[in-house]
């Protein structure tokens, strides 16, 4: 099973700075990350695909970036309703599919 | 537009069963692969199950192996979970997830969410 370690675990950042999410995989998953954003009382909420590929309807201030191990979601200037948990989640090799402890991104 | 509505969520005693339903539409459901995936109250995302489009193919988390069985029925738009052999720790908010094609195992299309909990 591939094991998916997000970091920081909450992140306190103010709106309109640079918020960075690190996802590390336990062995290659080549591109094959999804990046989702959930809120609370929310399903989750695709993001990103293919490590980089924003989904429909997603703004520009979100984006993904890396391969192998190493995955980051970066937003840029965060906004108000960008306050949430972020999950990363490999689709390389499965089952099962797994999914990164999340990183809450709160107000600081 | 898509719309995935979970149903069959309740209070079950350890040991008992239930059968969660997905009501999909917005798409022609029988290309796309479902999935269950499920979150502990203040936990994380942890994939459950998944079922082909033609229902031929199933996957299970070990966790659930041998006592979730995941079902569907194109005719009906819907896909099931049927939960045996519940324990306390199956307790969680079950989502149905769309794939976004075949079986590739990323979700574009969440449901609401429906809540099991396993107590006595």
């Known amino acids: 099973e591939i094991v998916m370690t997000q970091s920081p675990a909450t992140l306190s950042v103010s709106p309109g700075e640079r918020a960075t999410l690190s996802c590390r995989a336990s062995?290659?998953?080549?591109?094959?990350l999804a990046w989702y954003q959930q809120k609370p009382g929310q399903a989750p909420r695709l993001l990103i695909y293919?490590?980089?590929t924003r989904a429909t309807g997603v703004p520009a201030r979100f984006s993904g970036s890396g391969s192998g191990t190493e995955f980051t979601l970066t937003i840029s200037s965060l906004q108000s309703e960008d306050f949430a948990v972020y999950y990363c989640?490999?689709?390389?090799?499965?089952?099962?599919?797994?999914f990164g402890g999340g990183t809450k991104v709160e107000i600081k | 537009e898509v719309q995935l509505v979970e149903s069959g969520g309740g209070l079950v005693q350890p040991g008992g069963s239930l059968r969660l339903s997905c009501a999909a539409s917005g798409f022609i459901f029988s290309t796309y692969a479902m999935n269950w995936v499920r979150q502990a109250p203040g936990k994380g995302l942890q994939w459950v199950s998944g079922i082909s489009g033609s229902g031929y193919s199933t996957y299970y988390a070990d966790s659930v192996k041998g006592r979730f069985t995941i079902s569907r029925d194109n005719s009906k738009n819907t896909v099931y979970l049927q939960m045996n052999s519940l324990r306390a720790e199956d307790t969680a908010v079950y989502y149905c997830?769309?794939?976004?094609?075949?079986?590739?195992?990323?979700?574009?299309?969440w449901g609401q969410g429906t809540l099991v909990t396993v107590s006595s």
């Open positions: 293919g490590a980089s």
């Open positions: 997830a769309k794939d976004r094609l075949g079986a590739t195992g990323w979700f574009d299309s």
């Open positions: 989640q490999q689709y390389n090799t499965w089952p099962p599919l797994t």
């Open positions: 062995q290659s998953v080549s591109s094959n």
